[in-house]
């Protein structure tokens, strides 16, 4: 009678957590990942332009003002979901869109934002992917939302939407305009 009753009992526990799971997922957005470094200064880094690798963009020249740094790549075809909604709406931001080529062949990205368009105010390899891994990032695409303290107060996972862009990059900015007015 045991040798029924515990592959039955094995299988009711194994079913529940797979309940438990699907239940937890649909209360979460998925593209919202805790980040241990949101609300602390985005790492530091020194990343040569796209177009003029003899030209380096660090995080400091960047300092003063709100910036979306976001992680791209020529072979993530997600992004070539999402770069409509940034060639199209991303200005409205009103704050710098920095690219980030993320493990890519550098000509390779030239061509991919030459055939989809370039809705960045500058592009940066991270060829080897070295700086990403300060970021956390974990593929493309990421952004994070850095505050003109060079803060980190968001981190999207996956692509961005008109929804991304409406109800969470929009509102952030906002209460970022409150406090510095403060």
Same mark, same amino acid.
């Given at each position: ?11 009711? %526990? ?18 919202? %990942? ?82 989809? =368009?370039?809705?960045?105010?500058? %592009?940066?390899?991270?060829?080897? =992917? ?15 939302? %850095? ?36």
């Amino acid at each position: 009678m045991n040798a029924r009753i515990l592959p039955l009992l094995a299988f009711s %526990v194994l079913f529940a957590l797979l309940g438990f799971g699907i239940w937890y997922i649909k209360g979460h957005d998925i593209n919202e %990942v805790p980040s241990p470094l949101i609300g602390k200064p985005a790492p530091e880094f020194s990343l040569p332009h796209l177009y003029t690798p003899e030209v380096f963009l660090d995080s400091k020249s960047l300092a003063g003002k709100p910036y979306l740094l976001h992680v791209f790549a020529s072979w993530c075809f997600v992004c070539r979901e999402e770069n409509p909604v940034l060639m199209s709406q991303g200005k409205a931001l009103g704050i710098t869109i920095v690219g980030f080529d993320y493990k890519d062949d550098p000509n390779d990205a030239k061509l991919w934002l030459q055939q989809f =368009g370039n809705p960045y105010d500058v %592009v940066i390899a991270d060829e080897a =992917g070295k700086v990403a891994i300060d970021f956390g990032v974990y593929g493309a695409p990421e952004s994070f939302l %850095v505050d003109a303290k060079g803060v980190i107060r968001y981190k999207h996972i996956g692509a961005i939407t008109p929804d991304t862009i409406r109800d969470k990059f929009l509102p952030l900015l906002e209460k970022m305009k409150q406090e510095k007015a403060q």
